[in-house]
């Protein structure tokens, strides 16, 4: 009996270390497919955009309830946006302020073809090192 329940979990272990990871889909198996090297690159998918505002108390009002309540109103053409905007990330270039307010820290980007650095919450923009507009 116990060589049995031992031979029973060390299965169901190499099975679970064997399957994808939950919520992934199993790869699919081609015996046809090229080697790496031959295939065509993908560029990644683009970005998210970012919120982002002229003025950082702007920013705080609007994304008071959160981003997904935040997009809900950029979204309506009628509502009050602050002068705020989704900026795609293309545009955003470094970071040139910082500020902690309320134990929580913001920061103050460069955006083309703009004069006025736009409001983001510290830790949204990439690094110094990444691609993108500079």
Known sequence: MK????????????????APAFGQ????????????????????APAAPVIACPSVANYRMLL????????ATLADPKADHLGCAALPRKTIGAVVDRVTLG???YECAAVKDTTVCHWVEAGLLPSAGEAGWR
């Open 3 to 18: 060589r049995c329940l031992l031979l029973t979990a060390t299965c169901l272990l190499a099975v679970l270390a064997a």
């Open 103 to 105: 134990g929580r820290s």
């Open 25 to 44: 889909p199993a790869p699919k198996l081609r015996s046809t497919e090229k080697p790496a090297a031959d295939k065509p690159s993908r560029s990644p």
């Open 64 to 71: 008071h309830d959160g981003p997904a309540a935040a997009a």
